[in-house]
Nanobody, 120 residues
Framework: VQLQASGGGLVQAGGSLRLSCAAS????????MGWFRQAPGKEREFVAA????????YYADSVKARFIISRDNAKNTVYLQMFDLKPEDTANYYC??????????????WGQGTLVTVSS
């Protein structure tokens, strides 16, 4: 599956952004999707994921209660609504098809990143 993320930008601390990820290729509506991020000098980390229907969502502790992942299978798109952004949320954000292997969520097919910069 091919993925195209968008919606990043510069925002002040406390602000909000919504990221979108448009998918094409194999059946989007049957696969789990996730968002991951990589801050400068750090390893890529899991942010959020949801199952094929969007009925089950999963979040990293650092974003729980501030970020909302959702999907619109009719539009082949997954979203990440981010509220109360903090400078430590600054990173390149990547969408990916996702698998849970017991020890955590992992991305398989990756889109290009979209940069989110949060100023203090």
């Amino acid at each position: 599956v091919q993925l195209q993320a968008s919606g990043g930008g510069l925002v002040q601390a406390g602000g909000s952004l919504r990221l979108s990820c448009a998918a094409s290729g194999r059946t989007f509506s049957s696969i789990a999707m996730g968002w991951f991020r990589q801050a400068p000098g750090k390893e890529r980390e899991f942010v959020a994921a949801l199952n094929w229907s969007g009925g089950r969502t999963y979040y990293a502790d650092s974003v729980k209660a501030r970020f909302i992942i959702s999907r619109d299978n009719a539009k082949n798109t997954v979203y990440l609504q981010m509220f109360d952004l903090k400078p430590e949320d600054t990173a390149n954000y990547y969408c990916a098809t996702a698998k849970n292997r017991g020890s955590g969520w992992y991305g398989e097919d990756w889109g290009q990143g979209t940069l989110v910069t949060v100023s203090s």
